[in-house]
Each structure stands twice: as structure tokens, then as C-alpha cells.
């Protein structure tokens, strides 16, 4: 089945009864690029992770952009097996559609197989208001936090939202 593009993404979302605001801006492939983009854009912007467990369970981890995430403690977290670690870039595509640096929540509409838990971090669901990538690194899209659940739910990806395990704190050089 063919992936969706962004213009059937924003039609679908609109489909859903979901009130989307998009910008268009220069592509962006990591949250440090995003900088100049997010200042432009209100409410809270997110930094997406493609990871996998040990058994080859997929996970789709959506962040505040400034959420210090402890990878090394997260499969605890999620009850997955072993460490995680990354996706690969022909995981991404084949599953959800969308190259490195454009990955987004909106990409588990792809998974119409289900393969992909999606997860939230608490701290992004603290704000009216989240900002993605529509399937594409040279757009942002802005929902509610409510519309992002609904449309999660709506492909089938009921997101499990969560604290995530935050790094542990750097002892100073005189410890």
C-alpha cells in the first residue's frame, strides 16, 4: 500500500474534524536546526525517535524538543526487551513512510499494519498546542494535543503516554 503524502496527511486530519495550522519553512533535519523554524511557530515542538527492542518491536517516540531522554533506561519504561536501539533508515521508510529527519508522530498512519507502538512524552501533553512534521522535513503542523490523540487513535496507534526517563545528573568534577 502506498505511503501517504503530506496533502492526503493535512486531508485526512481535516477528514477527522481536526483544525490544523501548517507552515512551510526550509527543510530541517535535527531539532538544533529547527531553532529559527520554532521561533516562528507557537506552542510546543516535539523531536521524534524511531527505535527498536531487542525482539524487533518498533516503538515511535514523540518528545518535547528539549526533553533530555535517558535511551538507556527507556525499554524499562516501555516494557520492551532489552535496550533500544535505532531504526533504520529502510525501517523508517518501509514502515512509516517518511525519511530521517522528517520522522513525526503523523507517520504511524503508514503503519496500517500496526507494527509501531507510539509513545508520548508527558511533558509535550502539558501544552495546548504540538507541532510536527507533516511526513516532511520542510513543513510544520500545529493540533491541539487532543486532536493529536484523537488522530492517533483513529490509525489504530492508542499512544501510550509516559514520563520518560530523564539522564542522570552529572556529578560535579569535585565528587
Not at 32 to 38: I, L, P
Request: proline share 6%; glycine share 6%.
Amino acid at each position: 500500500m502506498a505511503h501517504l503524502s503530506p496533502q492526503e496527511l493535512l486531508d485526512r486530519l481535516s477528514s477527522l474534524g481536526i483544525k490544523t495550522e501548517t507552515v512551510e519553512h526550509e527543510p530541517v533535519f535535527t531539532v538544533a536546526e529547527s531553532a529559527s523554524v520554532k521561533e516562528r511557530i507557537p506552542g510546543a515542538h516535539s523531536k521524534n525517535l524511531f527505535v527498536k527492542d531487542k525482539k524487533g518491536r518498533f516503538f515511535l517516540i514523540s518528545a518535547k524538543h528539549d526533553t533530555a531522554i535517558d535511551l538507556k533506561r527507556m525499554h524499562e519504561v516501555l516494557g520492551a526487551s532489552g535496550r533500544l536501539s535505532f531504526g533504520s533508515a529502510e525501517q523508517l521508510r518501509a514502515l512509516l513512510g517518511v525519511e530521517p529527519g522528517s520522522v513525526t508522530a503523523f507517520a504511524v498512519v503508514n503503519d496500517t499494519d500496526g507494527k509501531v507502538t507510539m509513545v508520548l512524552d508527558a511533558n509535550l501533553m502539558e501544552h495546548e498546542r504540538v507541532n510536527f512534521h507533516p511526513l516532511i522535513n520542510s513543513m510544520t503542523t500545529g493540533v491541539s494535543r487532543e486532536d493529536l490523540v484523537t488522530f492517533l487513535r483513529a490509525t489504530g496507534h492508542d499512544p501510550l503516554i509516559l514520563r520518560l526517563p530523564e539522564p542522570p545528573a552529572e556529578l560535579p568534577d569535585s565528587a
